[in-house]
């Protein structure tokens, strides 16, 4: 499948921003859906955001709607998600993935998704 590396992550002060890549090793398909997840210590898994390249739109988790943006070049093969207005509660290892079917109401389930990066960490100091 595809190999992602995720980039972009650093410490930034609590309404700050960061851009984070995400960089496949082949072009993204027609049809694919492409998402941003993190990891907060202590907490599980949860979808940030996620896009799809069929046309599908864009989704948000509800905590981040308004403040992260996720885009994909024209290429693409590099998937990006601004974050604006960054909250220490934003800190957490984020994971770019991929899959090439995932059900609209299952944006954010971690295991529809089969490829994953390595993770990049973004801290979030208040």
């Known amino acids: 499948q595809v190999q992602l590396v995720e980039s972009g992550g650093g410490s930034v002060q609590a309404g700050g921003s960061l851009r984070l890549s995400c960089a496949a090793s082949?072009?993204?398909?027609?049809?694919?859906?492409m998402g941003w997840f993190r990891q907060a210590p202590g907490k599980e898994r949860e979808g940030v955001a996620a896009?799809?390249?069929?046309?599908?739109?864009?989704y948000y988790a509800d905590s981040v709607k308004g403040r992260f943006t996720i885009s994909q070049a024209d290429a693409k093969n590099t998937m990006y998600l601004q974050m604006n207005s960054l909250k220490p509660e934003d800190t957490a290892m984020y994971y770019c993935a991929a899959s090439f079917f995932v059900p609209v109401g299952s944006w954010y389930v971690d295991w529809r998704y089969q490829n994953w990066g390595q993770g990049t960490q973004v801290t979030v100091s208040s």
């Open positions: 896009i799809y390249t069929g046309g599908g739109g864009t």
């Open positions: 082949s072009y993204t398909y027609s049809s694919m859906w």
